[in-house]
């Protein structure tokens, strides 16, 4: 089956520094990958959409240029949360899309931030 | 990290009730089960979750065996709007860090 990985799985930064997340698609192409974050007992939310070539699209409330994301090619997407600050602490999950299948997305194991 | 195995897809019909198992075998001591609805192009929207027995809310019900080692995700009288893709999820305590995300199950509701 598709597999998607992140790396790293787990980052502890100093409050103001910036951390760069990867969000791979290993033996599939993914036009879309989302970017998720998700608090304590809380299920998933959903912060950008992520097309390869173009602008991510960011759900209400998620500051673009706190969080920047990059899907530069069809195996990669990347999630740069800049300026780090301790309530951005969270459990940051990407998915891929399959190319031409909506239904199919493939989740990553998640990296989870701790911002000191 | 406990694995989850679910039947990669089921049709049924408006206004019956529908049951979808997952199989967690590695379950562990601290593991939460918990379930996610996904529409296309959407993120996962949390459904249930549960530890043992029963768990019952306004959208289904969660049946967990005493061993724990599967759950059923029950969903009463559907409509075509409950066609989705549904996750089965086992995670570390009750705070749904480091999951194991599958496949799901691709629900499809027929007229």
């Known amino acids: 089956g598709a597999v998607v990985s992140q790396h790293p799985s787990r980052v502890i930064c100093k409050s103001g520094t910036s951390v760069k997340i990867e969000c791979r698609s290993l033996?599939?192409?993914?036009?879309?990958m989302f970017w998720y974050r998700q608090f304590p007992k809380q299920s998933l939310m959903l912060m950008a959409t992520s097309n390869e070539g173009s602008k991510a699209t960011y759900e209400q409330g998620v500051e673009k240029d706190k969080f920047l994301i990059n899907h530069a090619s069809l195996t990669l997407s990347t999630l740069t949360v800049t300026s780090a600050h301790p309530e951005d602490s969270s459990f940051y999950i990407c998915s891929a899309q399959l190319q031409g299948d909506s239904y199919e997305q493939y989740f990553g194991p998640g990296t989870r931030l701790t911002v000191t | 990290l406990a694995k989850t195995t679910q039947p990669i897809s089921m049709d049924s019909y408006e206004g019956q009730e529908v049951n979808i198992t997952c199989s967690h075998n590695?379950?562990?001591?601290?593991?939460?089960i918990t379930w996610y609805q996904q529409f296309p192009s959407q993120g996962p929207r949390f459904i249930i979750q549960g530890y043992k027995t029963k768990v019952t809310n306004e959208v289904a019900s969660l049946f967990i065996p005493a061993d724990r080692k599967s759950s059923t995700l029950s969903l009463p009288r559907v409509s075509l709007s409950d066609t989705a893709v549904y996750y089965c999820?086992?995670?570390?305590?009750?705070?749904?860090?480091?999951?194991?995300w599958g496949a799901g199950t691709k629900l499809i509701i027929k007229p």
């Open positions: 999820l086992v995670g570390e305590g009750d705070s749904n860090y480091q999951l194991i």
């Open positions: 033996d599939f192409q993914a036009t879309t």
């Open positions: 590695n379950i562990a001591t601290n593991d939460y």
